[in-house]
Protein backbone atom coordinates (compact mmCIF):
# COMPACT_ATOMS: atom_id res chain seq x y z
CA UNK A 1 0.00 0.00 0.00
CA UNK A 2 1.08 3.58 -0.71
CA UNK A 3 1.48 5.20 2.40
CA UNK A 4 0.76 9.35 2.43
CA UNK A 5 2.04 11.16 -0.33
CA UNK A 6 3.55 14.44 -0.22
CA UNK A 7 5.15 17.00 -2.70
CA UNK A 8 7.54 18.80 -3.12
CA UNK A 9 9.92 17.09 -0.55
CA UNK A 10 11.72 20.11 -0.43
CA UNK A 11 10.79 23.53 -1.55
CA UNK A 12 13.36 26.52 -1.37
CA UNK A 13 12.20 29.91 -2.57
CA UNK A 14 11.82 33.79 -1.91
CA UNK A 15 10.26 36.04 0.66
CA UNK A 16 6.63 37.20 -0.57
CA UNK A 17 6.27 34.09 -3.19
CA UNK A 18 3.30 31.80 -2.66
CA UNK A 19 4.04 28.27 -1.59
CA UNK A 20 1.72 25.48 -2.28
CA UNK A 21 2.20 22.22 -0.56
CA UNK A 22 0.60 19.20 -1.75
CA UNK A 23 -0.81 15.42 -0.38
CA UNK A 24 -2.34 12.50 -1.55
CA UNK A 25 -3.39 10.72 2.01
CA UNK A 26 -4.16 7.12 1.71
CA UNK A 27 -7.09 5.74 0.48
CA UNK A 28 -9.44 4.78 2.44
CA UNK A 29 -8.84 7.37 5.02
CA UNK A 30 -11.35 9.92 5.97
CA UNK A 31 -9.13 11.97 7.88
CA UNK A 32 -6.08 14.52 7.27
CA UNK A 33 -4.28 16.47 9.42
CA UNK A 34 -1.76 19.10 8.35
CA UNK A 35 1.04 19.59 11.06
CA UNK A 36 4.17 21.82 10.81
CA UNK A 37 7.64 20.83 12.67
CA UNK A 38 10.00 23.76 13.69
CA UNK A 39 13.05 23.13 16.63
CA UNK A 40 11.44 25.92 18.71
CA UNK A 41 7.77 24.55 19.04
CA UNK A 42 8.01 21.20 17.79
CA UNK A 43 4.98 19.47 15.78
CA UNK A 44 2.25 21.30 15.97
CA UNK A 45 -1.25 20.74 14.25
CA UNK A 46 -2.51 23.07 11.94
CA UNK A 47 -6.02 22.47 10.16
CA UNK A 48 -7.85 18.95 10.31
CA UNK A 49 -10.17 17.58 7.76
CA UNK A 50 -12.86 15.34 8.55
CA UNK A 51 -14.26 13.55 5.32
CA UNK A 52 -12.73 16.92 3.37
CA UNK A 53 -14.81 19.24 5.41
CA UNK A 54 -12.42 21.56 7.42
CA UNK A 55 -13.10 20.93 11.56
CA UNK A 56 -10.37 23.29 13.50
CA UNK A 57 -8.46 25.19 11.61
CA UNK A 58 -6.79 26.66 15.40
CA UNK A 59 -3.73 26.12 14.71
CA UNK A 60 -2.89 28.30 11.26
CA UNK A 61 -0.82 30.74 12.01
CA UNK A 62 -2.67 33.72 10.63
CA UNK A 63 -4.52 34.82 7.15
CA UNK A 64 -1.73 33.78 4.91
CA UNK A 65 -1.97 30.25 5.56
CA UNK A 66 -5.06 28.58 3.82
CA UNK A 67 -5.62 24.58 3.27
CA UNK A 68 -8.44 23.33 0.94
CA UNK A 69 -9.56 19.50 0.58
CA UNK A 70 -11.12 19.14 -2.75
CA UNK A 71 -11.70 15.68 -2.80
CA UNK A 72 -11.11 13.08 -0.63
CA UNK A 73 -7.76 11.91 -2.04
CA UNK A 74 -6.16 15.61 -2.07
CA UNK A 75 -5.41 18.56 -0.04
CA UNK A 76 -3.32 21.60 -0.10
CA UNK A 77 -1.85 24.40 1.79
CA UNK A 78 -0.81 27.39 0.62
CA UNK A 79 1.21 30.40 2.10
CA UNK A 80 1.17 33.38 0.96
CA UNK A 81 2.74 35.47 0.91
CA UNK A 82 5.60 33.36 2.15
CA UNK A 83 8.12 34.63 5.34
CA UNK A 84 11.10 33.43 6.59
CA UNK A 85 9.75 32.52 9.67
CA UNK A 86 7.76 30.29 7.64
CA UNK A 87 10.75 27.65 7.26
CA UNK A 88 9.76 24.29 8.79
CA UNK A 89 9.02 21.06 7.56
CA UNK A 90 5.58 20.46 6.79
CA UNK A 91 3.68 17.14 7.43
CA UNK A 92 0.63 15.60 6.07
CA UNK A 93 -1.11 12.81 8.16
CA UNK A 94 -4.28 10.54 7.36
CA UNK A 95 -6.20 8.40 9.47
CA UNK A 96 -9.22 6.37 8.98
CA UNK A 97 -11.66 7.69 12.38
CA UNK A 98 -15.09 5.93 13.32
CA UNK A 99 -17.31 7.33 15.25
CA UNK A 100 -16.36 10.05 17.52
CA UNK A 101 -13.78 8.30 18.58
CA UNK A 102 -10.30 9.20 18.76
CA UNK A 103 -8.37 6.53 18.98
CA UNK A 104 -7.43 6.34 15.22
CA UNK A 105 -4.03 5.86 14.19
CA UNK A 106 -2.73 8.89 12.28
CA UNK A 107 -0.15 8.32 9.40
CA UNK A 108 2.49 10.77 8.20
CA UNK A 109 3.73 11.67 5.05
CA UNK A 110 7.22 12.13 4.43
CA UNK A 111 7.11 16.29 5.03
CA UNK A 112 7.79 18.78 2.69
CA UNK A 113 10.92 20.62 3.98
CA UNK A 114 10.38 24.60 2.92
CA UNK A 115 12.93 27.15 3.44
CA UNK A 116 12.14 30.54 3.00
CA UNK A 117 15.07 32.95 2.27
CA UNK B 1 -4.88 20.77 29.03
CA UNK B 2 -3.05 17.62 27.81
CA UNK B 3 0.57 17.11 27.62
CA UNK B 4 3.25 14.61 27.26
CA UNK B 5 6.65 14.99 28.91
CA UNK B 6 9.71 13.55 27.68
CA UNK B 7 12.40 14.32 30.10
CA UNK B 8 15.03 13.01 28.26
CA UNK B 9 16.90 14.89 25.46
CA UNK B 10 18.94 11.75 24.31
CA UNK B 11 19.77 8.27 25.19
CA UNK B 12 22.43 6.08 24.62
CA UNK B 13 22.64 2.72 24.96
CA UNK B 14 25.09 0.04 23.71
CA UNK B 15 24.06 -2.82 20.81
CA UNK B 16 22.18 -5.59 22.65
CA UNK B 17 21.60 -3.64 25.65
CA UNK B 18 18.04 -3.11 26.50
CA UNK B 19 16.86 0.50 26.02
CA UNK B 20 14.09 2.50 27.41
CA UNK B 21 13.15 5.72 26.48
CA UNK B 22 10.51 7.60 29.14
CA UNK B 23 7.11 9.38 28.00
CA UNK B 24 4.84 11.03 31.43
CA UNK B 25 1.85 12.32 30.37
CA UNK B 26 -0.92 14.93 31.90
CA UNK B 27 -4.80 15.09 30.67
CA UNK B 28 -7.99 14.94 32.16
CA UNK B 29 -9.86 11.86 31.06
CA UNK B 30 -8.36 8.75 29.72
CA UNK B 31 -5.89 8.83 27.58
CA UNK B 32 -4.94 7.65 24.57
CA UNK B 33 -0.85 7.22 24.09
CA UNK B 34 1.33 6.70 20.74
CA UNK B 35 4.59 6.47 20.10
CA UNK B 36 6.33 7.52 16.88
CA UNK B 37 9.77 7.16 15.64
CA UNK B 38 11.59 9.67 12.94
CA UNK B 39 14.64 8.83 10.88
CA UNK B 40 16.67 11.60 9.57
CA UNK B 41 14.81 13.17 6.65
CA UNK B 42 11.91 11.08 7.07
CA UNK B 43 8.23 11.26 8.30
CA UNK B 44 6.85 10.07 11.55
CA UNK B 45 6.41 6.18 11.66
CA UNK B 46 3.85 4.90 13.94
CA UNK B 47 5.27 2.40 16.65
CA UNK B 48 2.26 1.16 18.89
CA UNK B 49 -0.64 3.07 20.52
CA UNK B 50 -2.43 2.24 23.90
CA UNK B 51 -5.95 2.43 23.70
CA UNK B 52 -7.64 0.17 26.61
CA UNK B 53 -6.89 -2.79 27.87
CA UNK B 54 -3.86 -4.86 28.55
CA UNK B 55 -1.44 -2.16 29.73
CA UNK B 56 1.62 -3.83 28.26
CA UNK B 57 1.18 -3.01 24.37
CA UNK B 58 3.43 -4.53 21.94
CA UNK B 59 4.47 -2.65 18.39
CA UNK B 60 6.49 -2.76 15.83
CA UNK B 61 10.28 -3.52 15.04
CA UNK B 62 10.26 -5.50 18.42
CA UNK B 63 9.27 -2.36 20.57
CA UNK B 64 7.01 -2.66 23.64
CA UNK B 65 5.44 -0.03 25.96
CA UNK B 66 3.74 -0.23 29.31
CA UNK B 67 0.47 2.39 30.75
CA UNK B 68 1.21 2.95 34.25
CA UNK B 69 -1.91 5.20 35.43
CA UNK B 70 -0.74 5.43 38.78
CA UNK B 71 2.97 6.73 37.42
CA UNK B 72 0.80 8.45 34.62
CA UNK B 73 3.71 7.23 32.26
CA UNK B 74 4.04 5.41 29.47
CA UNK B 75 7.89 4.15 28.49
CA UNK B 76 9.15 2.71 25.20
CA UNK B 77 11.54 -0.03 25.75
CA UNK B 78 12.87 -2.49 23.61
CA UNK B 79 15.00 -5.92 25.07
CA UNK B 80 17.98 -5.78 22.73
CA UNK B 81 18.49 -3.04 20.91
CA UNK B 82 20.03 -2.56 17.25
CA UNK B 83 22.45 0.25 15.80
CA UNK B 84 19.38 0.85 13.04
CA UNK B 85 16.87 1.80 15.76
CA UNK B 86 19.08 5.32 16.26
CA UNK B 87 16.70 7.48 15.61
CA UNK B 88 14.08 10.39 17.01
CA UNK B 89 10.97 9.16 19.45
CA UNK B 90 7.83 10.78 20.28
CA UNK B 91 5.66 10.49 22.46
CA UNK B 92 2.28 12.07 21.97
CA UNK B 93 -1.32 12.13 23.93
CA UNK B 94 -4.50 12.35 22.78
CA UNK B 95 -7.78 12.04 25.12
CA UNK B 96 -11.84 11.13 23.85
CA UNK B 97 -13.20 14.42 25.29
CA UNK B 98 -9.83 16.82 23.41
CA UNK B 99 -9.21 18.49 20.44
CA UNK B 100 -8.23 16.27 17.31
CA UNK B 101 -4.73 16.93 17.42
CA UNK B 102 -2.35 14.71 18.69
CA UNK B 103 0.03 16.91 21.64
CA UNK B 104 3.60 15.58 21.05
CA UNK B 105 6.26 15.54 23.50
CA UNK B 106 9.73 16.92 22.07
CA UNK B 107 11.35 13.77 21.07
CA UNK B 108 13.51 11.63 22.58
CA UNK B 109 17.10 11.37 20.22
CA UNK B 110 18.59 7.13 20.63
CA UNK B 111 21.78 6.41 20.01
CA UNK B 112 22.77 2.83 19.84
CA UNK B 113 26.27 3.03 19.33
CA UNK B 114 27.87 -0.90 18.32
Known amino acids: DAGVIQSPRHEVTEMGQEVTLRCKPI?????LFWYRQTMMRGLELLIY????????DSGMPEDRFSAKMPNASFSTLKIQPSEPRDSAVYFC???????????????FGPGTRLTVL | AQSVAQPEDQVNVAEGNPLTVKCTYS??????LFWYVQYPNRGLQFLLK??????LVKGSYGFEAEFNKSQTSFHLKKPSALVSDSALYFC????????????FGKGTSLLVTP
Open chain 1, 93 to 107: ASSLRVGREKADTQY
Open chain 1, 27 to 31: SGHNS
Open chain 1, 49 to 56: FNNNVPID
Open chain 2, 27 to 32: VSGNPY
Open chain 2, 50 to 55: YITGDN
Open chain 2, 92 to 103: AVRTSNSGYALN
